[in-house]
């Protein structure tokens, strides 16, 4: 009858709404430390992960930008803290640790390394300083944040780490050898870190991103759509696009995910 079909309908729209809201609530309770999260990929990941429910720690060196993601981050309801620090030494990453510590109530499950320098040129260009910022941003700072918080994590028997790195970590390109090469190493971490901390209930997992159109791009102008051109999608990707990837491996639906590498590039890798 129209009635039993309706009240079939209504019974069934009900369910999904209760699996609606329980899938953007599913970070409820959970602390979460973005670092580089005042533009970008990091600020779309620390919408993403307020929209799930975590209370978000915004890392970033830039104060008025940290606090606007926060004021805006608080009026949709989530609960989110500024960060002020500028990364690139492992003083830096350890004092960031404790505060984001402090901030969570004595621990944080979710830590995303996404903060980095990409510099690009030839090989012969780069200079001393140059190379050392690279590694020292890109490689030092996830390996000492991991190395204080993941212990935690694992007494806890519960966390999860997304590492952002690139597609340039993949495969050579003219002009990408020292950026290319620092996040190669953070690949490697990646996989090291699930070994080591994957039986302690700690999942470690990274995304390589390909072009994107970020704050820090834009100076890339064009020549991010020539980049972009070699893949099968054949546009560069939003922030918001590699936010759904770093949540995904954030969230227990990656509850069985351990030291992957997901490529968000648009299959250039697989082209």
Known sequence: SKAAAAKHLLKRTHRNTRRAVTMSTDLTGTVALITG??????????????GRGA?????????????????????????ADFIDVDLGSAESARELARRATELGGGYVDILVNNAAI?????????????????????????????????????????????????????FGMPGTSLYGASKAALVLLTKAWAAEFGPSGVRVNAVNPGPTRTEGTA???????????????????????????????????????????LPVDGGRTAA
Do not use: Q
């Not at 209370?55 to 949709?76: D, I």
């Not at 995904?248 to 590498?261: M, N, P």
């Open 37 to 50: 999260a005042t533009s970008g990929i990091g600020k779309a990941t620390a919408f993403a992960l307020a």
């Open 55 to 79: 209370h978000v720690l915004v890392g970033g060196r830039n104060a008025a930008r940290g606090e606007a993601v926060v004021t805006s981050l608080r009026a949709t309801g989530a609960k």
């Open 118 to 170: 990409f510099p690009m040129g030839p090989t012969a260009s780069m200079a001393e300083d140059e190379i050392d910022a690279a590694f020292a941003i890109n490689v030092k700072v996830p390996f000492v944040l991991v190395s204080e918080l993941a212990p935690t994590m694992a007494s806890r028997g519960k966390g999860a780490i997304v590492n952002v790195g690139t597609m340039a970590a993949e």
């Open 219 to 261: 100076v890339l102008g064009e020549a991010i759509n020539e980049f972009a051109a070699a893949a099968p999608a054949g546009r560069p990707a939003s922030p918001d696009e590699i936010a759904a990837a770093i949540t995904y491996l954030a969230s227990d639906e990656a509850s069985f995910v351990h030291g992957a590498i």
